[in-house]
Nanobody
Framework: QVQLVESGGGLVQAGGSLRLSCAVS????????MGWFRQAPGKEREFVAG????????YYADSMKGRFTISRDNAKNTVYLQMNSLKPEDTAVYYC???????????????????????WGLGTQVTVSS
C-alpha cells in the first residue's frame, strides 16, 4: 500500500515563502513521476507542478512558473515544492500525487489526465494573508 504524506503547509504573509514536502512510502523500489496539485474553496483541483522519476524534467502551470520549484530526493523518497512570492490567490489545499503506471510527459498530461494518477495524499493547507 502506497502512502503519500504532505507536510509544510501553514499561514504565511503575501510575498513570503513555504516549502512543502511529500514523503512516499510503501513502494520505494520504484520511483514514480510526482506532481503537486491544489484546490481552493469552491474551485476545481488544478495542476501546480510535476517532475519525472529522475528529477531531470519538470513541468509547471503557467501561473506558478518562476515562483514555484518542484524537486525530489529519491534517496529519501520525498518530493518538494518550494513556493516563493506567495500571493493570497495561492491559498488552497495542496495535494501530492504519484504516477507509477504512466510516464507523464508535458504539462497537458498533468492538466487533463488526473484520472490516471495512481495515488494522492490527503493534502496540506496553505493560507496566504494579504
Amino acid at each position: 500500500q502506497v502512502q503519500l504524506v504532505e507536510s509544510g503547509g501553514g499561514l504565511v504573509q503575501a510575498g513570503g515563502s513555504l516549502r512543502l514536502s511529500c514523503a512516499v512510502s510503501g513502494r520505494t523500489f520504484s520511483s514514480p513521476a510526482m506532481g503537486w496539485f491544489r484546490q481552493a474553496p469552491g474551485k476545481e483541483r488544478e495542476f501546480v507542478a510535476g517532475i519525472n522519476w529522475s528529477g531531470g524534467t519538470t513541468y509547471y502551470a503557467d501561473s506558478m512558473k518562476g515562483r514555484f520549484t518542484i524537486s525530489r530526493d529519491n534517496a529519501k523518497n520525498t518530493v518538494y515544492l518550494q513556493m516563493n512570492s506567495l500571493k493570497p490567490e495561492d491559498t488552497a489545499v495542496y495535494y501530492c500525487a504519484a504516477v507509477f503506471r504512466r510516464n507523464p510527459s508535458g504539462t497537458s498530461w498533468w492538466d487533463h489526465r488526473q484520472k490516471e494518477i495512481d495515488y494522492w495524499g490527503l493534502g496540506t493547507q496553505v493560507t496566504v494573508s494579504s
